[in-house]
């Protein structure tokens, strides 16, 4: 099956400096990539999303990245805000078999410094 | 933040005892999916039902028992758990876009249900 590997498991960074989480999966078959933001006590919710037909999505502050052949993906977060603190999670999937779980990344905890 | 809600949010149970926990979303979806979130583990998918019939069983013991009764309802049945099975159990739904033609959309959670095995 699908496995996924996040780095780093802690992220410390200045407010205002940018922030990147990487990614890699193990299945070439994954297609769908999304990227959750949990909150301390909070549900994941979605921030960005990418599929294996581009190579780069960019929504605001937040881009994501793609690299099919060497299969791993990263998140860019550009001038971090106290508000960007959280547990940051990747995850992959087959799109096209019908529903399909996500595996998730084990999580990286994202700190601003203010 | 309500298109997903889970009841009850705490559960405290002995190893002895029965319990469900509830899902129910509110977003039109047609499938929906168990996840079990651990300390120092990645989030875990347990089960997934699309158009109300399970599709995935991700070799979780049978004392976990899940149940869809209609596309908008997901339930699971607790009996004689463990201490390790102690964690935040998130229910997930997403548009199943093969059953509709399309591509499978985003999935979105509840807001988890603690559960805590004495």
């Known amino acids: 099956g699908e496995n996924v590997e996040q780095h780093p498991s802690t992220l410390s960074v200045q407010e205002g400096d940018s922030a990147v989480i990487k990614c890699t999966y193990s299945?070439?078959?994954?297609?769908?990539f999304p990227w959750y933001k949990q909150e301390l006590g909070k549900r994941p919710q979605l921030i960005i999303d990418?599929?294996?037909?581009?190579g780069e999505k960019k929504d605001q502050r937040i881009a994501v990245t793609l690299n099919k052949t060497a299969k791993h993906f990263s998140l860019h977060i550009t001038e971090t805000q106290p508000e960007d603190s959280a547990v940051y999670f990747c995850?992959?999937?087959?799109?096209?078999?019908?529903?399909?779980?996500?595996?998730f990344g084990k999580g990286t905890h994202l700190i601003i410094q203010p | 933040e309500t298109g997903v809600t889970q009841t009850p949010r705490h559960l405290v149970m002995g190893m002895t005892n029965k319990k469900s926990l509830k899902c129910e979303q509110h977003?039109?979806?047609?499938?929906m999916y168990w996840y079990k979130q651990s300390a120092k583990k990645p989030l875990e998918l347990m089960f997934v039902?699309?158009?109300?019939?399970?599709?995935e069983n991700n070799s979780v013991p049978s004392r976990f028992s899940p149940e869809c009764p209609n596309s908008s309802h997901l339930f699971l049945h607790l009996h004689t758990l463990q201490p390790e099975d102690s964690a935040l159990y998130l229910c997930?739904?997403?548009?199943?876009?093969?059953?509709?033609?399309?591509?499978?959309?985003?999935?979105?959670f509840g807001p988890g249900t603690r559960l805590t095995v004495l």
């Open positions: 997930a739904s997403s548009q199943d876009g093969v059953a509709a033609g399309g591509q499978t959309d985003t999935q979105y």
């Open positions: 995850a992959a999937s087959k799109v096209g078999g019908g529903a399909d779980g996500l595996t």
């Open positions: 039902y699309s158009l109300e019939e399970r599709v």
């Open positions: 299945d070439s078959a994954s297609n769908y």
């Open positions: 977003l039109g979806h047609n499938a």
């Open positions: 990418i599929r294996s037909n581009v």
